[in-house]
């Protein structure tokens, strides 16, 4: 079921989610925060760990991919991790560091590899939940439950391919039987604003009126975790507000090879963003000091997700 690439992928996430999840058990974590005057990087948590876990995973992917070109957090001030258009590793060594940092489950670990703006081959594992999940362009979307499990079994488990299942994005869903208007009265969305909290948006905004809407003055949210739960069908949908490249990436090709639908838009909703956009995401900012952020939708459904654009486009 899985390509060796994939098998590759496995085995470079299983490393890095074990190590990470035997810190967070331990809770010997050293947290940062990064303070600035502009709203949508203020209370930005760091571990050292998050430098750790992507020069690891850089040097893997270079090594069983023959990958130099790299899009990582971390390339805000390393250059070389920084690389635009072509066939590019994009690498999210820590999403969700807030909830990492106060020990809390919802963290993950996400890696595509793209090839100009189109991932071709993605894994996201969650290490406190025990979920990897893999995709491949062509091939679909699997899943490797490995919560209480050591490294021996997940490597062997990876190989002889155990306990590795095709999904999609109705494997974990639970129907909803009401008879309701709107799609989004019927379904399970997960709603956030991402790194703008929606205390300081108007009370009348978009992120604010939708029918389900998570408050985030803790910054607990995981996109990576979020778009895993779509590809399981254990949400329904989600939108998203104000993400990095690296947050979604491979988060999109488990959505889309399970079965389900993906957007990206610009800040203003002008534009859904192409590939070719895409590609030109970059780690570092603007000469107005801002970062290059979107807004993603996802849906297990193609009536979900046009529901979810109707409601921000406009």
Not at 61 to 87: P, Y
Not at 104 to 115: K, L, M, Q, Y
Not at 152 to 173: H, P, R, Y
Not at 288 to 314: D, M, Q, Y
Request: charged residues 25%.
């Amino acid at each position: 079921m899985l390509s060796q690439g994939g098998k590759k992928l496995a085995v470079a996430l299983a490393h890095v989610g074990v190590r990470a999840k035997r810190h967070w058990v331990n809770r010997d974590l050293t947290v940062g925060q990064s303070f600035n005057n502009r709203p949508e990087e203020a209370m930005d948590f760091f571990t050292t760990l998050d430098i750790e876990l992507d020069s690891f995973i850089v040097n893997e992917i270079r090594a069983e991919f023959s990958i130099d070109r790299f899009l990582t957090e971390e390339g805000a001030t390393l250059a070389e991790r920084n690389a635009v258009g072509g066939k590019r590793a994009v690498i999210d060594s820590l999403d969700g560091s807030s909830n990492f940092a106060t020990y809390r489950p919802d963290f993950g670990i996400s890696i595509a590899i793209e090839n100009n703006g189109s991932p071709i081959l993605a894994g996201v594992i969650t290490p406190a939940r025990g979920e990897l999940l893999l995709a491949e362009k062509d091939r679909g979307t699997h899943l490797i439950s490995w919560y209480e499990k050591g490294m021996g079994e997940v490597l062997d488990m990876i190989e002889q391919e155990t306990s590795v299942k095709k999904v999609s994005f109705q494997s974990f869903a639970l129907k909803n039987k009401k008879r309701l208007a709107s799609p989004l009265q019927t379904s399970r969305v997960y709603v956030h604003t991402g790194k703008r909290r929606n205390f300081e948006l108007s009370p009348d905004d978009k992120w604010n009126t939708i029918y389900s809407k998570l408050a985030n003055p803790a910054c607990s949210f995981c996109c990576s975790v979020a778009l895993v739960e779509v590809a399981l069908g254990k949400l329904d949908g989600a939108a998203i507000a104000y993400q990095n490249h690296w947050d979604y990436a491979a988060g999109r090709l488990l959505v889309e090879e399970a079965g389900g639908c993906f957007e990206a838009w610009d800040r203003s909703w002008n534009k859904q963003l192409t590939d070719k956009d895409l590609a030109e995401a970059h780690a570092t900012k603007d000469e107005n000091k801002n970062e290059w952020l979107c807004h993603i939708l996802a849906a297990g459904t193609p009536e979900l997700l046009a529901a979810l654009r109707s409601h921000f486009v406009s």
